[in-house]
Nanobody, 125 residues
Framework: QVQLLESGGGLVQAGGSLRLSCATS????????VGWFRQAPGKEREFVAG????????RYADSVKGRFTISRDIAKNTVYLQMNSLKPEDTAVYYC??????????????????WGQGTQVTVSS
């Protein structure tokens, strides 16, 4: 059973930073790619960043490249999303997700079959 628990959301001013955490299990990290998605009101859920299960390769949406960094701490079984230079358009509910793949990081939301409960990120202007 794959469990994903997000934390770290909140309210921040534009230009500020937040770090999201996704706590899971050793088994999940060793067998799944983990991705972060977000969904703003009235919009579809979109890929933000992901990290592969073996090499820890990363992948980012163009809208967050250079501002967000995904990483993982194997000892803590946790995946992080460090978000810097936040913009009001980054406001959304952020979800941690996982998919069992051998290589790479899918960016298609429909390929992910495990989801956390989400955490709200609000960036004020």
């Amino acid at each position: 059973q794959v469990q994903l628990l997000e934390s770290g959301g909140g309210l921040v001013q534009a230009g500020g930073s937040l770090r999201l955490s996704c706590a899971t299990s050793e088994r999940t990290l060793s067998s799944h790619a983990v991705g972060w998605f977000r969904q703003a009101p009235g919009k579809e859920r979109e890929f933000v960043a992901g990290i592969s299960r073996i090499a820890g390769a990363t992948r980012y949406a163009d809208s967050v490249k250079g501002r967000f960094t995904i990483s993982r701490d194997i000892a803590k079984n946790t995946v992080y999303l460090q978000m810097n230079s936040l913009k009001p358009e980054d406001t959304a509910v952020y979800y941690c997700s996982a998919v069992a793949v051998d290589f790479g990081v899918p960016d298609d939301v429909n390929k992910y079959n495990y989801w956390g409960q989400g955490t709200q990120v609000t960036v004020s202007s």
